[in-house]
């Protein structure tokens, strides 16, 4: 099983400003890691697929990149709607799997 | 508007069962792989099963195989997880989630359902 480790597991962001989350891959899956928003009560969005592949209807400040085992989510420009938890999940192979997730909070 | 939307969760004792349904709309349904992901509360995301658009492959996590059986109608634009000899540490939400590409056996999960919440408990 490829296990997702994410960092950090907590992050307290002011408005304006950047945030880098990244998710290390247990073995190399290329570039199938997906990255998702979920905010309280809410069901998961997908924010960008494929490490960078941009989801039509998500705002432009959020960018991936990184292939292999290494991959990286920014927000840039962290606005009030952007409290949430993040996932990046795997669909290199069976099974398929998610990281543990990273919750941001609006100071 | 593409849509899924789970029905069946409920309060179930350990060792019992439960059938939980999505109905989806919106898009033709009998061309994408489907799959459930499932959230404990205060957890994070789990997979638990996957079906392609023909029921002729399936998947499962190790933690739930054996116990519960995913299958679709196509033909009802609905998708199905049979829950049996449910144990406590099943107790989540579950979600269906579409593959986002038509066809495609993986991809990124593009569409997901509200959820439908399983308690285990006596």
């Known amino acids: 099983e490829i296990v997702l480790t994410q960092s950090p597991d907590f992050q307290s962001v002011t408005p304006k400003e950047k945030v880098t989350i990244t998710c290390r891959a247990s073995?190399?899956?290329?570039?199938?890691l997906h990255w998702y928003q979920q905010k309280p009560d809410q069901s998961p969005k997908l924010l960008i697929k494929?490490?960078?592949q941009s989801i039509s209807g998500v705002p432009s400040r959020f960018s991936g990149s990184g292939s292999g085992t290494d991959f990286t989510l920014t927000i840039n420009s962290l606005e009030a709607e952007d409290a949430a938890a993040y996932y990046c999940?795997?669909?290199?192979?069976?099974?398929?799997?998610f990281g543990q997730g990273t919750k941001v909070e609006i100071k | 508007e593409v849509q899924l939307v789970e029905s069946g969760g409920g309060l179930v004792q350990p060792g019992g069962s439960l059938r939980l349904s999505c109905a989806a709309s919106?898009?033709?349904?009998?061309?994408?792989?489907m799959n459930w992901v499932r959230q404990a509360p205060g957890k994070g995301l789990e997979w638990v099963s996957y079906?392609?658009?023909?029921?002729?492959?399936?998947y499962y996590a190790d933690s739930v195989k054996g116990r519960f059986t995913i299958s679709r109608d196509n033909a009802k634009n609905s998708l199905y997880l049979q829950m049996n000899s449910l144990r406590d540490e099943d107790t989540a939400v579950y979600y269906c989630?579409?593959?986002?590409?038509?066809?495609?056996?993986?991809?990124?999960?593009?569409?997901w359902g509200q959820g439908t919440m399983v308690t285990v408990s006596s």
């Open positions: 999940h795997q669909s290199s192979s069976l099974p398929q799997t």
């Open positions: 989630a579409r593959v986002g590409i038509a066809v495609a056996a993986a991809d990124a999960f593009d569409i």
């Open positions: 079906i392609s658009s023909s029921s002729s492959t399936i």
């Open positions: 073995q190399s899956i290329g570039s199938s």
């Open positions: 494929y490490a960078s």
């Open positions: 919106g898009f033709t349904f009998s061309s994408y792989s």
